[in-house]
């Protein structure tokens, strides 16, 4: 069975850093798409960051870049995001989600297979 294991959040304060763990069993994320979600109370879930396991190219939205940095160890079946420069509009549930490939529109939902529990990420003021 598949599973998508996530650790690593915290509370921080604003212009803090955390660094968030994704561990995928049962799954080999070379040549699969391994993505952050997040979901702050009330809101959708939204896509923020993403690799491609093979090649390592990554994507990110808007609101993170330059501020967030995903990478992989395949080896270790592992995806982490680094966040730096956190700011309160950063708190959320992360999710680690897995798909082949990371073609169209990556950020859709309904395009990824497997999702973790979540692990939660506070910053305050």
């Known amino acids: 069975q598949v599973q998508l294991v996530e650790s690593g959040g915290g509370s921080v304060q604003a212009g803090g850093s955390l660094r968030l763990s994704c561990v995928a069993s049962?799954?080999?994320?070379?040549?699969?798409?391994l993505a952050w979600f997040r979901q702050a109370p009330g809101k959708e879930r939204e896509g923020a960051a993403a690799i491609y396991g093979g090649g390592g190219s990554t994507y990110y939205a808007d609101s993170v870049k330059d501020r967030f940095t995903i990478s992989r160890d395949n080896a270790k079946s592992t995806v982490y995001l680094q966040m730096n420069s956190l700011k309160p509009e950063d708190t959320a549930m992360y999710f680690c989600?897995?798909?082949?490939?990371?073609?169209?529109?990556?950020?859709?939902?309904?395009?990824?297979?497997?999702w973790g529990q979540g692990t939660q990420v506070t910053v305050s003021s």
């Open positions: 049962g799954y080999r994320i070379s040549h699969n798409c």
């Open positions: 989600a897995a798909r082949p490939y990371c073609s169209g529109d990556i950020w859709s939902r309904a395009q990824f297979t497997y």
